[in-house]
């Protein structure tokens, strides 16, 4: 069992990855179950996913990287228990800190033979996350596998090799892709970086 952190700014684009990613695992006939955590924030919950038949929980309001750890870890044991998929995608607030969501998974004992964390950015976002909160925009990053550069296609090629170049300072050994969930452009590199 393999475990994926989505981790990124509220509006980045996890939800619409998380979509693609489970009907990826499907395809690959993977049995994959959703953890998400919305807590306030637009998007699909629990009911929808699980209406179009995915195994999904959703975790009330909340944090899972602070308030709800312990409600996070109960829910991957649950999940281990009952459900024992091979992929488990945990799509956590954009408040939360992804490096501190896989030190929970890390110790909730369901010993999982990988945890690894997709960072996801907001083309569109990034001039204002650096302006304003860009310690706050490292540290969420920071944990990172490798980062995706989402909505491409909202952005000229001028603009991603700049944002591209700031990564390629601050993180230096992250493999950093830009990509569209929307238009589906580079989607087929990060299913091959995907266990
Ligand atoms: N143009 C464009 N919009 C996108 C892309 N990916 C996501 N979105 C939109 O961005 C908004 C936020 O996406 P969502 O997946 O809910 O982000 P989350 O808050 O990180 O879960 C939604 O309206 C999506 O349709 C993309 O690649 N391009
Ligand atoms: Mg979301």
């Known amino acids: 069992m393999y475990v994926y952190i989505l981790g990124g700014f509220l509006g980045s684009g996890k939800t619409s990855l998380l979509m693609k990613l489970a009907s990826m695992y499907i395809e ?3 049995h994959v179950a959703l953890l998400v955590n919305e807590s306030g924030e637009v998007g699909v919950d629990g009911t929808t996913l699980r209406a179009e038949g995915y195994d999904a ?3 009330p309001n ?3 990287c602070c308030s709800l750890s312990g409600t996070l870890q109960n829910a991957l ?4 228990r009952d459900i024992d998929p091979d992929i488990i995608i945990v799509e956590p ?3 939360a800190l992804p490096h501190k969501v896989k030190e929970l998974v890390r110790i909730s ?3 999982p033979d990988g945890t690894f964390i997709v960072g996801i950015v907001d083309v569109q976002r990034f001039d204002d996350l650096i302006k304003k909160k860009e310690e706050f925009f490292k540290r969420q990053m920071h944990g990172s596998d490798f980062i995706l550069i989402n909505k491409s296609d909202l952005a000229t090629p001028e603009k991603l090799e700049e944002i591209k170049g700031w990564m390629a300072s601050e993180f ?3 493999p950093v892709l830009s990509i569209s969930v929307k238009t589906g452009e ?3 590199k990060v299913y091959g970086m995907m266990k």
Do not use: A, Y
Request: charged fraction near 30%; charge should be neutral.
């Open 28 to 30: 690959r006939k993977l």
């Open 57 to 59: 929980i959703e975790l």
């Open 62 to 64: 909340g944090c899972i």
């Open 77 to 80: 044991q649950s999940i281990k």
């Open 93 to 95: 607030t954009g408040l």
């Open 109 to 111: 004992m369901i010993d």
């Open 172 to 174: 230096p050994d992250k």
């Open 186 to 188: 580079s989607l087929d």
